[in-house]
């Protein structure tokens, strides 16, 4: 593994807490994994997995400091829903304090919480990876969809979206507007990968 993975994956030990970092290290091998399969570049894999949770495990208050400081502009939803915003203010941090200059990873780091429309093949191998690792234990038709995501990542997609709607239904949370955008973008065909 080249050096800055390697030197990032030890920033990582530290800002994160264990559970995380394990999760992390699951996201990064798994993501480079589906790059492998489907053909896509190795090292932003590894690079985007390693640093998706980087602004995770910092307090509500903290993130929102971090905002400001990096003018990070949030929308509504994220403002009343803090648990979101990891995924914007971890772009942001990969690209001013971890210096990622790839736009396509951080663009990966951005979306990897609801996905978007019109996903590169990269932003959804890491949309995956975060929910297939193999830490992850909770959700159901896990199996189905960790085969799944080894043949189409577009299927895959589908179905973790569909899924992550109806849980965040069960737990009456409220659905980023983004989550269910996404979801429709898909199920109408998207872009294929
Ligand atoms: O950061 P991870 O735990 O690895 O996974 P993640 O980045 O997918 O974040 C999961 C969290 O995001 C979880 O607390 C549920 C929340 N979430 C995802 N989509 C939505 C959402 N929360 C709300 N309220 N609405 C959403 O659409
Ligand atoms: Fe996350
Ligand atoms: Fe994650």
């Given at each position: 593994?080249?050096?800055?993975i390697?030197?990032?994956?030890?920033?990582?030990?530290?800002?994160?807490?264990?559970?995380?970092?394990?999760?992390?290290l699951?996201?990064?091998?798994?993501?480079?994994?589906?790059?492998?399969k489907?053909?896509?570049d190795?090292n932003?894999a590894?690079l985007?997995?390693?640093?998706?949770?980087?602004?995770?495990?910092?307090?509500?208050?903290k993130?929102?400091?971090?905002?400001?400081?990096?003018?990070?502009?949030?929308s509504q939803?994220?403002i009343?829903?803090?648990?979101?915003i990891?995924?914007k203010?971890g772009a942001?941090?990969?690209?001013?304090?971890y210096e990622?200059?790839?736009?396509?990873?951080?663009?990966a780091?951005?979306?990897?919480?609801?996905g978007?429309?019109?996903?590169?093949?990269?932003?959804?191998?890491?949309?995956?990876?975060?929910?297939?690792?193999?830490?992850?234990n909770?959700?159901?038709?896990?199996?189905?969809?960790?085969y799944?995501?080894?043949e189409?990542?577009?299927?895959?997609?589908i179905?973790?979206?569909?899924d992550?709607?109806?849980y965040?239904?069960?737990?009456t949370?409220?659905?980023?507007?983004?989550?269910?955008k996404?979801?429709?973008?898909?199920?109408?065909?998207?872009?294929k990968?």
């Amino acid at each position: 593994m080249n050096e800055i993975i390697l030197h990032l994956q030890h920033i990582m030990k530290k800002k994160l807490d264990e559970y995380r970092y394990e999760h992390t290290l699951g996201v990064m091998y798994t993501a480079a994994a589906l790059a492998m399969k489907h053909k896509a570049d190795i090292n932003q894999a590894l690079l985007a997995g390693l640093l998706h949770d980087c602004a995770k495990c910092y307090s509500d208050e903290k993130k929102r400091l971090l905002c400001d400081k990096y003018n990070v502009t949030l929308s509504q939803f994220e403002i009343d829903n803090p648990a979101l915003i990891h995924a914007k203010l971890g772009a942001v941090l990969a690209n001013k304090k971890y210096e990622i200059e790839d736009e396509a990873v951080c663009s990966a780091i951005a979306c990897h919480t609801t996905g978007a429309p019109g996903m590169t093949k990269l932003d959804k191998i890491v949309f995956i990876a975060d929910y297939i690792e193999p830490h992850r234990n909770k959700a159901q038709r896990l199996d189905d969809i960790r085969y799944t995501a080894f043949e189409n990542l577009d299927e895959a997609v589908i179905m973790i979206l569909c899924d992550t709607l109806d849980y965040l239904k069960d737990t009456t949370k409220i659905i980023d507007p983004m989550t269910q955008k996404t979801y429709e973008y898909y199920i109408k065909g998207g872009r294929k990968s």
